[in-house]
């Protein structure tokens, strides 16, 4: 849990709008899909000019599967595609807060707000990559080394509710976590745990608000690795780098 010894190389502007780009597009496609029961032309419409646009712009860092999505006709894809879509925008606002496109801190619990945020500033059709990437804003090494951090704490929090709460290991490592983290300040603690931004303990969150901040931070984590440089691709970055 030591960012100290985690040697953090950013990627270049370019690389960190682009991808951030496509993974709106991708939140924007699922957007749609949701559309398109009000106004399946419009829907439609907006549809292709989006995956347009993607193909001319936004290739070098697509894959097949979100070529697919984004080919796919409104009202077809199904409740797997349409959440691969959800998630893009969890981790495109992720890529957003590093680049200066979401200025508040990264809720633990998302109520869509840096989603919104980052949909807003990312380029969409029919704006160029290469005339946006002046704005990018890396923030300093040291904020993305405490927020990569913030996600891999939370990310191995919760990693021990797939364990025996019982275990005493578990416990034990936890005790002394909580001790750095409060030191650091890194994560609000409340009755010898993690807690939510509202201070509200992780072991008292419903089932559903476990799974979700899970889902979240294990999103968020996989973005900040890949922004402080970590796998070569965006497929193959390690969730907890060596």
């Not at 901040?213 to 780098?241: K, Q």
Request: glycine share 6%; with cysteine; proline share 6%.
């Amino acid at each position: 849990m030591d960012d100290d010894s985690i040697d953090i190389q950013p990627r270049p502007p370019r690389e960190l709008l682009g991808r951030a780009a496509l993974l709106a597009a991708l939140g924007r496609r699922g957007l749609i899909e949701g559309e398109a029961d009000a106004d399946p032309i419009t829907a439609e419409t907006d549809r292709f000019d989006l995956q347009a646009w993607v193909r001319v712009e936004l290739s070098v860092w697509m894959s097949p599967l979100d070529l697919h999505i984004l080919q796919a006709p409104v009202g077809s894809l199904t409740a797997q595609e349409e959440a691969y879509c959800a998630d893009a925008l969890v981790s495109a606002s992720t890529i957003g807060w590093c680049i200066g496109a979401v200025s508040q801190q990264l809720p633990m619990l998302s109520d869509g707000t840096p989603e919104h945020g980052v949909l807003a500033w990312t380029p969409a059709p029919w704006t160029t990559i290469r005339s946006r990437v002046r704005l990018v804003r890396l923030r300093s090494d040291e904020d993305l080394a405490r927020e990569r951090e913030r996600w891999e704490l939370i990310v191995w929090r919760m990693s021990l509710f797939t364990n025996d709460a019982s275990l005493p290991d578990d416990e034990a490592a936890l005790k002394e976590v909580l001790v750095e983290v409060a030191t650091a300040g890194l994560l609000p603690i409340s009755y010898d745990d993690f807690a939510t931004d509202d201070g509200v303990p992780f072991r008292e969150l419903a089932t559903d608000f476990q799974e979700q901040l899970d889902a979240e931070a294990t999103l968020r984590l996989h973005a900040m690795n890949w922004v402080c440089g970590f796998g070569r691709e965006w497929e193959d970055v390690p969730l907890f780098p060596d």
